[in-house]
């Protein structure tokens, strides 16, 4: 918060400012640079009282600084004699520090950080009248070399690495290249500004801020020698070293960070020009006192030329900056710029547990930095990936929807068709539901309407309109931001509703083919009388087994990859439910219903079925364009992860962006690969049911790693606790693809290594670490502040009356040393330890084929079984009855390795495995 307030105060936003370290000296009453920028930001709004109050708390419980105590004396020296000129009979610009410390923190700092900056926080200006001979500062173009918000990410990430590969040097070389000529032309346009205000004779506006607020000198001039006065400035050689020496490095780098991040103009819109009353306290002040250090670091860095290697401090100003423009959550200690030299223990997958816990119980940072990262160390942040350099025609971006026609059950339960499955973005499988024999009924509003009537569901208030189209209702534009209002109901709440809205459409067809008027007389009747408005029931939990028995029941009827419940299914091994991922929801509809453009949660598959009776239109974009799909979301002014959007086809087109557009027909499912953009409208009333599932592919396993770690950098929350999820894989399943087990492997290496450090920082600060344990159906931990996953060690605060789980970066945000927590403790190092030994790759030992010999074999990457791969899939639907099912043996061996995996399941998945067994062994002996 105090560095926020330093950059509102840059921009000449005091009440923002004043906001900012209101905040942080609440959260830290001794927070001694927060108080003295206050009080630099009182004296500057001439309100001297105040800012004496400020500078008196900021040298409470701590040395008196020199620089600090002649602040003081002045300002006692210039009250005690007369209130000065300009603040005779003028109103306080800024409330006092009673007043601002009980004053509400206003939403609009927040809504401001996401606006560009250049164009915010005048209108809190004081309103002080200006010479005419003032040059008005004009805005200027943004320079092609200034880094971007994701650009000064990376560049901050790089330079806390410690090991880099030599493409990764270069990119940190050109970074930091860019960042200088940032820095040079912040201050090129500052002493600019500064000479012209000097050659209309215009002296610079006070800014008494001793050692901590980085003035600089009134009229910049050319040093001579070393020894002689700096830029007209009384001071040697010595005494600058001296007055360096009294600063600690946190509050120097402020100065630093003001003087360079004062944006175009700023330093002669201040305060306007001061009256002549102040300009003999400036002439006072800079004879009876040492100038401040900030102009004395500009004299010195002209006096020794730019061509000087960075220094410490340098480097140490960067990464402020740099943690100033990027972070929000920033701490309220301004140390985070003492960097510390730590090297993280060089790990891998080959290592033993031992060896790990060995390696980093001796590299624990003294700061208490760890990274949660699961990534490798020498792999950057994910980010939106650049479009594929193909080159699409226009046929190849409307390309034909990958599909299936199934006949029978031999056809759904063909291994091809799983491989099929996932070789694309999105696949219909047309007629499973005959060809399965579903009784899609059990799932119509009529059969739900008479079993569990009260049952909630959500709805969403959206407007009425093509799937081609997307209207603003304001400004009556094509837009790709979407509204809606959120509501609830019951089932037999929303069914009166589709039978209103059916009924409705069906006078008018009758009315049209009866009446002798036109449509479009007819059509403009009734948008006057109806709201062009509609409701869509997108959330109805149907997890419940005592309720809907029936209905889960009849979904053991498909294969085993698309079943909610699957040793197959990574989503079956978190452990306890995520509702409608690894539970069952269902969507009720309205014709024009739509379901936004999204990708899943984390990137997992997608299972859709139609209930009919109304067709549903689908969309869907290859993973691989995501990126370009996020940059179009910018461009339009929506989040690409919080924002509510549907894409406008034109757009996408113009974009090249290829789209798949098919019609989902009741009794089809619909397939949705890992990472597939999708959206949906409905083309009349129907239901739909959907869930979601991770097949153990390298493809799935690594999609949803990365998407969790761009979450973390997005503050957004992954709703499937990664590391919790690997560790429960690494207990129930033996992995016989090498990719897909290395990739689990680190991610356990990096979890351990996380847990072991921690604890070892924890009980460094002399914390007492108490074993909580674990429940066997308790959820996964997130941070009450950040909503990240926390493994392993819980840190455990009471807020409100209720017990929060906070991760370390955010406890250590409320307290350094960890005061006011409770560590718990939730696994024995030594049970980790034994599943990541016992984690092994399981070697492939394929079982004799029932297929034809001639057929080339290719091995099937499934959950513990390998069966052999047969020949790949046609579309037609004979080659697909031409193959033969499993045999008798490999449903054995699905059995066993399905009841291996059954230790760890809740009794309702258990109940679900045992019946899917049971089906499979029926179909393979009829």
Same mark, same amino acid.
């Given at each position: 918060?105090?560095?926020?307030?330093?950059?509102?105060?840059?921009?000449?936003?005091?009440?923002?400012?004043?906001?900012?370290?209101?905040?942080?000296?609440?959260?830290?009453?001794?927070?001694?640079?927060?108080?003295?920028?206050?009080?630099?930001?009182?004296?500057?709004?001439?309100?001297?009282?105040?800012?004496?109050?400020?500078?008196?708390?900021?040298?409470?419980?701590?040395?008196?600084?020199?620089?600090?105590?002649?602040?003081? *004396?002045?300002?006692?020296?210039?009250? %005690?004699?007369?209130?000065?000129?300009?603040?005779?009979?003028?109103?306080?610009?800024?409330?006092?520090?009673?007043?601002?410390?009980?004053?509400?923190?206003?939403?609009?700092?927040?809504?401001?950080?996401?606006?560009?900056?250049?164009?915010?926080?005048?209108?809190?200006?004081?309103?002080?009248?200006?010479?005419?001979?003032?040059?008005?500062?004009?805005?200027?173009?943004?320079?092609?070399?200034?880094?971007?918000?994701?650009?000064?990410?990376?560049?901050?990430?790089?330079?806390?690495?410690?090991?880099?590969?030599?493409?990764?040097?270069?990119?940190?070389?050109?970074?930091?290249?860019?960042? =200088?000529?940032?820095?040079?032309?912040?201050?090129?346009? =500052?002493?600019?500004?500064?000479?012209?205000? %000097?050659?209309?004779?215009?002296?610079?506006?006070?800014?008494?801020?001793?050692?901590?607020?980085?003035?600089?000198?009134?009229?910049?001039?050319?040093?001579?020698?070393?020894?002689?006065?700096?830029?007209?400035?009384?001071?040697?050689?010595?005494?600058?070293?001296?007055?360096?020496?009294?600063?600690?490095?946190?509050?120097?780098?402020?100065?630093?960070?003001?003087?360079?991040?004062?944006?175009?103009?700023?330093?002669?819109?201040?305060?306007?020009?001061?009256?002549?009353? @102040?300009?003999?306290?400036?002439?006072?002040?800079?004879?009876?006192?040492?100038? @401040?250090?900030?102009?004395?670091?500009?004299?010195?860095?002209?006096?020794?030329?730019?061509?000087?290697?960075?220094?410490?401090?340098?480097?140490?100003?960067?990464?402020?900056?740099?943690?100033?423009?990027?972070?929000?959550?920033?701490?309220?200690?301004?140390?985070?710029?003492?960097?510390?030299?730590?090297?993280?223990?060089?790990?891998?997958?080959?290592?033993?547990?031992?060896?790990?816990?060995?390696?980093? /119980?001796?590299? !624990?940072? *003294?700061?208490?930095?760890?990274?949660?990262?699961?990534?490798?160390?020498?792999?950057?942040?994910?980010?939106?990936?650049?479009?594929?350099?193909?080159?699409?025609?226009?046929?190849?971006?409307?390309?034909?929807?990958?599909? !299936?026609?199934?006949?029978?059950?031999?056809?759904?339960?063909?291994?091809?068709?799983?491989?099929?499955?996932?070789?694309?973005?999105?696949?219909?499988?047309?007629?499973?539901?005959?060809?399965?024999?579903?009784?899609?009924?059990?799932?119509?509003?009529?059969?739900?309407?008479?079993?569990?009537?009260?049952?909630?569901?959500?709805?969403?208030?959206?407007?009425?309109?093509?799937?081609?189209?997307?209207?603003?209702?304001?400004?009556?534009?094509?837009?790709?931001?979407?509204?809606?209002?959120?509501?609830?109901?019951?089932?037999?709440?929303?069914?009166?509703?589709?039978?209103?809205?059916?009924?409705?459409?069906?006078?008018?067809?009758?009315?049209?083919?009866?009446?002798?008027?036109?449509?479009?007389?007819?059509?403009?009747?009734?948008?006057?009388?109806?709201?062009?408005?509609?409701?869509?029931?997108?959330?109805?939990?149907?997890?419940?087994?005592?309720?809907?028995?029936?209905?889960?029941?009849?979904?053991?009827?498909?294969?085993?990859?698309?079943?909610?419940?699957?040793?197959?299914?990574?989503?079956?091994?978190?452990?306890?439910?995520?509702?409608?991922?690894?539970?069952?929801?269902?969507?009720?509809?309205?014709?024009?219903?739509?379901?936004?453009?999204?990708?899943?949660?984390?990137?997992?598959?997608?299972?859709?079925?139609?209930?009919?009776?109304?067709?549903? #239109?689908?969309?869907?974009?290859?993973?691989?364009?995501?990126?370009?799909?996020?940059?179009?979301?910018?461009?339009?002014?929506?989040?690409?992860?919080?924002?509510?959007?549907?894409?406008?086809?034109?757009?996408?087109?113009?974009?090249?962006?290829?789209?798949?557009?098919?019609?989902?027909?009741?009794?089809?499912?619909?397939?949705?690969?890992?990472?597939?953009?999708?959206?949906?409208?409905?083309?009349?009333?129907?239901?739909?049911?959907?869930?979601?599932?991770?097949?153990?592919?390298?493809?799935?396993?690594?999609?949803?790693?990365?998407?969790?770690?761009?979450?973390?950098?997005?503050?957004?929350?992954?709703?499937? %606790?990664?590391?919790?999820?690997?560790?429960?894989?690494? *207990?129930?399943?033996?992995?016989?693809?090498?990719?897909?087990?290395?990739?689990?492997?680190?991610?356990?290496?990096?979890?351990?290594?996380?847990?072991?450090?921690?604890?070892?920082?924890?009980?460094?600060?002399?914390?007492?670490?108490?074993?909580?344990?674990?429940?066997?159906? #308790?959820? %996964?931990?997130?941070?009450?502040?950040?909503?990240?996953?926390?493994?392993?060690?819980?840190?455990?605060?009471?807020?409100?009356?209720?017990?929060?789980?906070?991760?370390?970066?955010?406890?250590?945000?409320?307290?350094?040393?960890?005061?006011?927590?409770?560590?718990?403790?939730?696994?024995?190092?030594?049970?980790?330890?034994?599943?990541?030994?016992?984690?092994?790759?399981?070697?492939?030992?394929?079982?004799?084929?029932?297929?034809?010999?001639?057929?080339?074999?290719?091995?099937?990457? /499934?959950?513990?079984?390998?069966?052999?791969?047969?020949?790949?899939?046609?579309?037609?639907?004979?080659?697909?009855?031409?193959?033969?099912?499993?045999?008798?043996?490999?449903? /054995?061996?699905?059995?066993?390795?399905?009841?291996?995996?059954?230790?760890?399941?809740?009794?309702?998945?258990?109940?679900?495995?045992?019946?899917?067994?049971?089906?499979?062994?029926?179909?393979?002996?009829?």
């Amino acid at each position: 918060w105090c560095s926020i307030g330093v950059l509102y105060q840059q921009q000449n936003q005091p009440m923002d400012a004043l906001q900012a370290y209101i905040c942080a000296v609440q959260l830290d009453k001794d927070h001694w640079a927060a108080w003295t920028n206050l009080g630099i930001l009182y004296e500057s709004q001439s309100q001297p009282h105040d800012a004496l109050a400020c500078y008196t708390n900021a040298t409470r419980n701590r040395s008196l600084n020199p620089n600090l105590h002649q602040r003081i *004396k002045y300002l006692k020296t210039q009250m %005690a004699q007369a209130p000065p000129p300009a603040t005779a009979g003028k109103p306080r610009t800024l409330p006092t520090v009673e007043e601002a410390w009980n004053l509400p923190i206003s939403n609009e700092m927040t809504n401001r950080q996401t606006q560009p900056r250049q164009g915010v926080g005048r209108a809190n200006a004081p309103n002080v009248k200006k010479d005419e001979g003032t040059p008005t500062p004009q805005p200027q173009q943004r320079p092609p070399f200034y880094l971007t918000q994701q650009q000064l990410q990376t560049l901050q990430y790089l330079q806390n690495q410690p090991n880099l590969l030599p493409q990764q040097q270069q990119i940190l070389q050109q970074l930091q290249h860019q960042f =200088r000529l940032m820095q040079q032309h912040q201050q090129q346009m =500052r002493l600019q500004a500064q000479q012209q205000q %000097a050659s209309a004779g215009i002296p610079r506006p006070i800014q008494p801020q001793g050692t901590f607020g980085g003035s600089q000198p009134q009229t910049p001039q050319t040093a001579t020698t070393s020894n002689s006065e700096l830029d007209g400035l009384n001071v040697s050689d010595t005494e600058l070293e001296s007055l360096l020496s009294q600063q600690d490095i946190g509050s120097f780098a402020e100065s630093l960070l003001k003087q360079f991040q004062e944006q175009i103009g700023d330093s002669g819109e201040e305060n306007g020009v001061k009256s002549e009353g @102040d300009s003999g306290a400036t002439k006072s002040q800079t004879s009876d006192n040492k100038p @401040d250090v900030a102009g004395l670091a500009a004299a010195l860095s002209k006096m020794n030329g730019e061509a000087k290697p960075k220094t410490e401090t340098d480097k140490a100003t960067e990464l402020l900056e740099q943690m100033d423009i990027d972070h929000l959550d920033i701490p309220t200690s301004v140390d985070i710029v003492q960097q510390e030299t730590y090297h993280p223990p060089d790990l891998n997958i080959k290592l033993s547990s031992e060896e790990i816990f060995e390696m980093c /119980s001796k590299s !624990v940072p *003294k700061n208490g930095r760890i990274s949660t990262s699961v990534l490798p160390e020498d792999q950057p942040p994910p980010t939106p990936p650049e479009r594929p350099g193909v080159k699409l025609s226009k046929e190849q971006l409307l390309p034909p929807t990958p599909s !299936v026609y199934l006949e029978n059950k031999k056809d759904a339960f063909s291994p091809q068709l799983q491989e099929f499955c996932l070789q694309h973005p999105i696949t219909v499988v047309r007629g499973i539901a005959a060809a399965l024999k579903l009784d899609l009924g059990m799932f119509s509003t009529k059969n739900l309407v008479e079993l569990q009537p009260d049952h909630p569901v959500q709805i969403k208030t959206q407007l009425k309109q093509g799937s081609d189209e997307n209207w603003d209702p304001n400004t009556q534009q094509q837009v790709w931001r979407c509204t809606s209002t959120n509501d609830n109901t019951t089932i037999g709440g929303y069914s009166k509703y589709q039978v209103s809205t059916f009924q409705e459409a069906f006078q008018l067809e009758h009315e049209k083919t009866t009446s002798h008027r036109s449509e479009e007389e007819i059509t403009g009747r009734k948008k006057k009388k109806n709201i062009p408005t509609l409701k869509h029931g997108f959330n109805v939990d149907l997890s419940y087994e005592h309720k809907f028995r029936g209905q889960l029941q009849e979904l053991m009827k498909l294969p085993h990859w698309t079943r909610v419940v699957s040793a197959g299914n990574m989503l079956s091994h978190i452990g306890y439910q995520l509702l409608g991922m690894n539970t069952i929801r269902m969507s009720m509809k309205v014709p024009c219903a739509r379901t936004l453009a999204h990708q899943e949660n984390n990137n997992f598959c997608a299972i859709n079925i139609n209930i009919g009776p109304g067709d549903c #239109e689908w969309f869907g974009v290859p993973e691989d364009y995501w990126g370009a799909l996020h940059d179009l979301c910018e461009k339009n002014g929506v989040n690409y992860l919080h924002g509510s959007w549907w894409p406008n086809m034109k757009d996408l087109m113009e974009a090249e962006i290829p789209v798949y557009r098919f019609l989902q027909r009741p009794g089809d499912l619909v397939w949705v690969n890992s990472g597939c953009i999708h959206w949906v409208q409905s083309a009349g009333w129907s239901n739909n049911i959907e869930w979601n599932v991770g097949p153990l592919t390298h493809k799935q396993y690594s999609l949803a790693i990365e998407r969790y770690e761009w979450n973390k950098l997005q503050s957004f929350k992954s709703i499937v %606790a990664m590391i919790y999820l690997s560790w429960n894989l690494a *207990k129930n399943v033996r992995v016989s693809e090498s990719k897909l087990f290395e990739a689990i492997k680190h991610t356990l290496m990096r979890s351990l290594r996380q847990v072991v450090v921690t604890l070892e920082f924890v009980r460094s600060k002399g914390i007492e670490v108490k074993f909580h344990g674990r429940s066997r159906t #308790e959820p %996964a931990h997130y941070c009450g502040q950040c909503e990240v996953e926390v493994f392993g060690v819980l840190f455990i605060r009471e807020q409100e009356k209720r017990h929060v789980v906070h991760c370390l970066d955010c406890a250590r945000r409320h307290s350094k040393d960890l005061k006011g927590f409770v560590c718990l403790e939730e696994y024995h190092l030594k049970e980790l330890k034994e599943v990541f030994n016992n984690f092994k790759l399981t070697s492939q030992n394929p079982i004799p084929s029932l297929s034809t010999p001639t057929t080339p074999q290719r091995q099937y990457q /499934s959950q513990q079984v390998t069966p052999p791969q047969v020949q790949s899939l046609n579309k037609s639907p004979s080659s697909l009855g031409a193959h033969s099912m499993m045999g008798s043996n490999m449903a /054995s061996n699905m059995a066993s390795s399905m009841m291996s995996s059954m230790a760890n399941m809740t009794p309702q998945q258990q109940l679900a495995l045992q019946q899917a067994l049971a089906q499979q062994q029926a179909l393979m002996n009829p």
